[in-house]
T-cell receptor, first 111, second 117 residues
Framework: SQQGEEDPQALSIQEGENATMNCSYKTSINNLQWYRQNSGRGLVHLILIRSNEREKHSGRLRVTLDTSKKSSSLLITASRAADTASYFCATDASGTYKYIFGTGTRLKVLA | GAVVSQHPSWVICKSGTSVKIECRSLDFQATTMFWYRQFPKQSLMLMATSNEGSKATYEQGVEKDKFLINHASLTLSTLTVTSAHPEDSSFYIC?????????????FGPGTRLTVT
């Protein structure tokens, strides 16, 4: 079974609003990564956050990690129509390089 | 950044035939590559870990005789779907780990869409 569960499964917002997606996982991890996937396309890497980090920023993206709760969140600020995509978290269990993906959040940004 | 390519990008085959998908790391040597499968509107499911020079490690529930993986060089892993059936139609994505980085980041290929008729 997949390690990560994401919520919400789907999110629809207006352009300019912020979008927050959450990811929960089950085992101890080395790293957690967030990816974006446009419909029918490949994956685009967004951010990697290590298990000893609590927050990272990249442009309009902010990722937090709470290892005590085994959860992470991805915040997209000032969303744009081009942000419409599916977003996945992926975690690698400690001691392995295997990444297991969460169920994903389908984000739709309305212009 | 590191680039991983896949070939072909899409393929249509008839039921019962075999299809080979290639995954290449273009500017680094990947001792480990991974194969994922993604059904429409679903997440990526890890199928197997491909290790250069040794047998692949398959995830539970993945038939090793149906999904043959070969990692014959440090830049190439292949996935062969044998005796393909319509239920094998899916988006297959590979990733490669660059051992030159200790961050654990993996680089994903663009994916191969397989349609079995």
């Amino acid at each position: 079974s997949q390690q990560g569960e994401e919520d919400p499964q789907a999110l629809s917002i207006q352009e300019g609003e912020n979008a927050t997606m959450n990811c929960s996982y089950k085992t101890s991890i080395n790293n957690l990564q967030w990816y974006r996937q446009n419909s029918g396309r490949g994956l685009v890497h967004l951010i990697l956050i290590r298990s000893n980090e609590r927050e990272k920023h990249s442009g309009r993206l902010r990722v937090t990690l709470d290892t005590s709760k085994k959860s992470s969140s991805l915040l997209i600020t000032a969303s744009r129509a081009a942000d419409t995509a599916s977003y996945f978290c992926a975690t690698d269990a400690s001691g392995t390089y295997k990444y297991i993906f969460g169920t994903g959040t389908r984000l739709k940004v309305l212009a | 950044g590191a680039v991983v390519s896949q070939h072909p990008s899409w393929v249509i085959c008839k039921s019962g035939t075999s299809v080979k998908i290639e995954c290449r790391s273009l500017d680094f040597q990947a001792t480990t590559m991974f194969w994922y499968r993604q059904f429409p509107k679903q997440s990526l499911m890890l199928m197997a870990t491909s290790n250069e020079g040794s047998k692949a490690t398959y995830e539970q529930g993945v038939e090793k005789d149906k999904f043959l993986i070969n990692h014959a060089s440090l830049t190439l892993s292949t996935l062969t779907v044998t005796s393909a059936h319509p239920e094998d139609s899916s988006f297959y994505i590979c990733s490669a780990r660059d051992p030159g980085t200790n961050l654990g980041e993996q680089y994903f290929g663009p994916g191969t869409r397989l349609t079995v008729t």
